[in-house]
């Protein structure tokens, strides 16, 4: 096909421009990124996140740009996954696995963030989370005894109470394939997602913590957090984006209205968190697909999964929703599940 020279003149010239704009657009975009890295800097909250290295999972704690890591849990013997800290900053809450394959023990403990206090909660148990007045940890029981890596194959919401040493389980005995529970800072709702189960699909929902109310929140995707005034949640709207949206939690029907991405990127975007302060929110980005076992304490799975060893990083971006992120992790190891400790 011929093109006339003065057709192709514009033609080459409207490359140029669209070259340019996008080179000046990533150009600001990295600049961008650049001064929320040296934000970061300055931040005074630490992050804290699940880490493979050398064979082993531990919890490690740094700041808020990656800097000044420190292993928490140092445990050559058992494999430490999914921190929480409890409100105050003092404890930490996580899951320890033992043995392999499907002779795993996934069990929850807590401890002092010093490393003193370490206390067993509960067996065949996973992904645990704090009360608003960090007195319980709610969590959830394996659906079988035979470990199965798959988050949502779990039986009830339980209930522990730091003080007394007492567990109780949550009133509504049809709550199954639950995971990611998160709990309101009204202390009225469980947030999690639901998958299969229930009558649902796959969805968010808000259960009452004292009551039967199980409400749908309509919304796609998974992995929900609850900013720390509770005005606001976050979760992964799909396999790429991190979405954001008011959540009316003081009512008798909970729901996400004004919703906007937040992070948006060709990678897996998963497990977000939101900073103390409700500034900035943390997330993994890695890989998708299933992964193969690699290494002790390790499992065959969809890359994101608790235990599953993928080349994840931690990475941060603010909440209000620009687009821009920066990674804090940069080692080609599996680093995700993170959460924020406050400032003591």
Same mark, same amino acid.
């Given at each position: 096909?011929?093109?006339?020279?003065?057709?192709?003149?514009?033609?080459? &010239?409207?490359?140029?421009?669209?070259?340019?704009?996008?080179?000046? #657009?990533?150009?600001?975009?990295?600049?961008?990124?650049?001064?929320?890295?040296?934000?970061? *800097?300055?931040?005074?909250?630490?992050?804290?996140?699940?880490?493979?290295?050398?064979?082993? =999972?531990?919890?490690?704690?740094?700041?808020?740009?990656?800097?000044?890591?420190?292993?928490?849990?140092?445990?050559?013997?058992?494999?430490?996954?999914?921190?929480?800290?409890?409100?105050?900053?003092?404890?930490?809450?996580?899951?320890? %696995?033992?043995?392999?394959?499907?002779?795993?023990?996934?069990?929850?403990?807590?401890?002092? /963030?010093?490393?003193?206090?370490?206390?067993? $909660?509960?067996? +065949?148990? @996973?992904?645990?989370? =704090?009360?608003?007045?960090?007195?319980?940890?709610?969590? /959830? *029981?394996?659906?079988?005894? *035979?470990?199965?890596?798959?988050?949502?194959?779990?039986?009830?919401?339980?209930?522990?109470?730091?003080?007394?040493?007492?567990?109780?389980? !949550?009133?509504?005995?049809?709550?199954?394939?639950?995971?990611?529970?998160?709990?309101?800072? +009204? #202390?009225?709702?469980?947030?999690?997602?639901? !998958?299969?189960?229930?009558?649902?699909? !796959?969805?968010? &929902?808000?259960?009452?913590?004292?009551?039967?109310?199980?409400?749908?929140?309509?919304?796609?995707?998974? @992995?929900?957090?609850?900013?720390?005034?509770?005005?606001?949640?976050? =979760?992964?709207?799909?396999?790429?984006?991190?979405?954001?949206?008011?959540?009316?939690?003081?009512?008798?029907?909970?729901?996400?209205?004004?919703?906007?991405?937040?992070?948006?990127?060709?990678?897996? /975007?998963?497990?977000?968190? =939101?900073?103390? %302060?409700?500034?900035? &929110?943390?997330?993994?980005?890695?890989? #998708?697909?299933?992964?193969? $076992?690699?290494?002790? #304490?390790? !499992?065959?799975?969809?890359?994101?999964?608790?235990?599953? +060893?993928?080349?994840?990083?931690?990475?941060?971006?603010?909440?209000?929703?620009?687009?821009?992120?920066?990674?804090?992790?940069?080692?080609?190891?599996? +680093?995700?599940?993170?959460?924020? /400790?406050?400032?003591?």
């Amino acid at each position: 096909m011929h093109i006339p020279m003065n057709n192709r003149y514009r033609l080459g &010239l409207t490359v140029l421009i669209l070259a340019q704009i996008v080179a000046f #657009g990533n150009m600001a975009l990295a600049e961008e990124s650049e001064t929320l890295a040296q934000e970061l *800097k300055q931040y005074p909250h630490r992050i804290v996140f699940e880490t493979y290295r050398d064979g082993n =999972w531990d919890i490690y704690q740094a700041n808020a740009d990656g800097s000044g890591q420190i292993n928490l849990t140092n445990t050559p013997d058992r494999h430490e996954l999914y921190p929480k800290i409890s409100p105050d900053g003092s404890k930490i809450c996580f899951v320890s %696995d033992k043995a392999q394959g499907e002779d795993t023990i996934r069990s929850i403990f807590f401890m002092n /963030l010093d490393g003193s206090g370490l206390t067993k $909660v509960d067996e +065949n148990a @996973r992904q645990p989370c =704090w009360s608003p007045d960090g007195k319980q940890i709610a969590y /959830l *029981k394996n659906k079988y005894e *035979k470990f199965n890596v798959l988050d949502y194959v779990t039986k009830s919401i339980c209930f522990y109470n730091l003080a007394a040493g007492e567990h109780k389980e !949550h009133p509504n005995k049809s709550i199954e394939h639950l995971y990611n529970i998160c709990w309101s800072k +009204n #202390g009225r709702w469980i947030v999690t997602t639901v !998958h299969a189960g229930m009558g649902f699909k !796959h969805t968010l &929902l808000a259960i009452e913590v004292n009551g039967m109310k199980v409400i749908d929140l309509k919304v796609g995707g998974c @992995r929900p957090d609850l900013s720390p005034d509770g005005k606001q949640i976050a =979760w992964g709207k799909d396999d790429h984006t991190i979405a954001v949206g008011d959540i009316s939690l003081d009512s008798d029907t909970p729901e996400i209205t004004n919703i906007y991405d937040a992070v948006h990127d060709e990678k897996h /975007l998963y497990h977000v968190d =939101w900073s103390p %302060d409700g500034k900035y &929110l943390s997330f993994s980005r890695g890989p #998708g697909g299933r992964m193969p $076992v690699a290494g002790p #304490g390790t !499992h065959q799975g969809i890359a994101e999964l608790v235990g599953v +060893n993928a080349p994840w990083d931690v990475c941060v971006a603010k909440a209000k929703g620009d687009g821009k992120w920066v990674s804090i992790t940069n080692d080609s190891l599996s +680093n995700k599940e993170s959460d924020w /400790l406050p400032v003591q």
